[in-house]
């Protein structure tokens, strides 16, 4: 059965630094997005992409965050500058068209010292 | 979207039913009811949805109340791999592209399978 993959599966940063988390969507799919949950909190939506623009965004998805679709296949979430309460469990998830389920990957977890 | 209730934890046996409610009593008609699930921290995971009629999958059923304002989860026979956070949640989706619609989680209501 088909499945989102992220990589790496931890990442520990120092605060201040550059982080990049992959994705790799199901093939077909055309809808993708990235969730975060910081540890015993709710899952939360961050932003949603879909034909190389973002189509919706939340409040936690400020200028130090950015996504992008590079070469058809990844789907990248960059932290420009980490701060301590950006430790969390980040989910990539994605759709197909006219489909209801939305397919989560596995999660990276980030540690921010 | 729809606000939902859910009892924050419930215990099942293993190998019996477990009905997970859910109410959502401001649910409009062109909102459906999805489950997802969260077993240990892992990637949320859809486990049905539906409108107003009942629906069966291979890994649930989802019973939907006459009026629509609340909705059970059946599992019909428990595992230990169904311990998880199950997630009750309402979603527009009265457009055939559903694919910019976030799904917004609330707390869930923690399932414990037990032998």
């Known amino acids: 059965e088909p499945e989102v993959t992220q990589t790496p599966s931890h990442q520990v940063t120092q605060m201040g630094q550059e982080v990049i988390l992959r994705c790799v969507p199901i093939?077909?799919?055309?809808?993708f997005y990235w969730y975060r949950q910081i540890l015993g909190q709710k899952v939360e939506f961050l932003v949603s992409f879909y034909n190389n623009e973002i189509s919706e965004k939340s409040e936690i998805f400020d200028d130090q965050f950015s996504v992008e679709r590079p070469d058809g296949s990844n789907f990248t979430l960059k932290i420009r500058s980490t701060k301590l309460e950006d430790s969390a469990m980040y989910f990539c998830?994605?759709?197909?068209?006219?489909?209801?389920?939305?397919?989560f990957g596995p999660g990276t977890r980030l540690t921010v010292t | 979207d729809a606000k939902t209730t859910q009892p924050p934890s419930m215990d099942c046996a293993e190998g019996r039913a477990a009905n997970l409610p859910c109410n959502h009593s401001?649910?409009?008609?062109?909102?459906?009811v999805y489950w997802y699930r969260q077993i240990h921290s892992q990637g949320p995971q859809y486990i049905i949805h539906g409108l107003k009629n009942n629906e069966t999958n291979e890994m649930a059923s989802l019973i939907i109340t006459e009026d629509r304002k609340s909705s059970t989860l059946i599992l019909p026979h428990a595992t230990l791999r169904d311990t998880a956070v199950y997630y009750c949640i309402v979603r527009f989706a009265g457009r055939v592209n559903t694919g910019f619609q976030k799904l917004v989680f609330g707390t869930g209501t923690r399932l414990l399978v037990s032998p």
């Open positions: 093939s077909n799919h055309l809808y």
């Open positions: 998830a994605s759709i197909a068209l006219g489909l209801y389920e939305q397919y």
């Open positions: 401001t649910i409009s008609g062109n909102e459906y």
